[in-house]
């Protein structure tokens, strides 16, 4: 297999987001259906949080048995710093974002042209925990792809072909996760707002496998990692109180585990794999 072919393929696997993105058109979806698919994505996203971390640090655990303290050291800085700045960075942005939409919301006098008139219109909070969670998925697909360029390169095509499709099956259920913010909020995006989401989130699993059949690097791979955990780790907190507020606790603690299950279920191909 050439490696046009396995970047191709790596192109269709991050892609399949696609395929849960038009969730988010739903008409006038009702609290209970609002909640759950809050919820629903909550899990997949804990899930994603979980694998991500787990794939992060399995170089630093190898490491560990090795007695190979150089390798932990700058592997855990890595991910530590990573994590860091993927889930502080965002605190930051939401707050500045909050602090641009007060501004923006100030009464002017009669007549005057204030900046805050003339500014471009805040996006509103759910499109901002849409464009979060396809970022940092982003991220985390870009890791991805890395692993799937590095098996190609390393002779390994069929490790390479079951992680394809293992991350295209998972990718599909991803797409759900970034539209749900919208769907909770009853906000329905244009397909324009849907084809950016989803190139932002599956675009990088196209990247990761260019770049990943020339660059074999663990501390890469980490430092991707961490900014993808720390990133989606800050969105489910804010998923949290949005499904706190919904006060529907028995559905939502049920779909919160069916996006568990749905994150594991999806994962079992990458896993038979090996990866």
Request: glycine share 14%; net charge neutral.
């Amino acid at each position: 297999m050439s490696g046009s072919q396995v970047a191709l393929l790596g192109a269709i696997a991050g892609f399949t987001i696609y395929l849960g993105l038009p969730l988010g058109r739903l008409r006038n979806p009702n609290p209970r259906l609002r909640a759950g698919l809050n919820a629903v994505a909550i899990g997949i996203l804990i899930f994603l949080v979980w694998d991500v971390l787990t794939h992060a640090w399995e170089p630093v655990d190898e490491a560990l048995g090795k007695h190979d303290w150089g390798t932990v050291a700058s592997g855990g800085l890595t991910l530590a710093a990573g994590l860091g700045a993927g889930l502080m960075s965002l605190v930051y942005y939401d707050g500045w974002i909050a602090r641009r939409a007060a501004s923006a919301a100030r009464p002017v006098g009669p007549g005057a042209a204030a900046s805050a008139e003339l500014a471009p219109k805040v996006r509103s909070q759910a499109g901002s925990l849409a464009l979060m969670i396809a970022t940092g998925i982003g991220l985390h697909n870009f890791a991805e792809g890395l692993a799937i360029g590095n098996s190609a390169a390393q002779g390994e095509l069929s490790l390479a072909v079951l992680l394809i499709v293992g991350f295209g099956l998972h990718n599909a259920t991803e797409g759900f996760g970034i539209v749900a913010p919208l769907a909770a909020e009853g906000e329905r995006p244009s397909w324009a707002t849907l084809l950016l989401l989803g190139l932002i989130g599956g675009g990088p699993t196209f990247l990761g496998t260019v770049v990943g059949q020339h660059l074999v690097n663990d501390t890469v791979s980490i430092a991707f990692l961490g900014l993808a955990a720390g990133s989606i780790l800050y969105v489910v907190i804010e998923l949290l109180a949005v499904a706190r507020r919904a006060a529907l606790k028995t559905l939502t603690t049920w779909c919160v585990l069916l996006g568990l299950v749905l994150g594991f279920a999806t994962d079992a191909v990458v896993t038979a794999a090996g990866a």
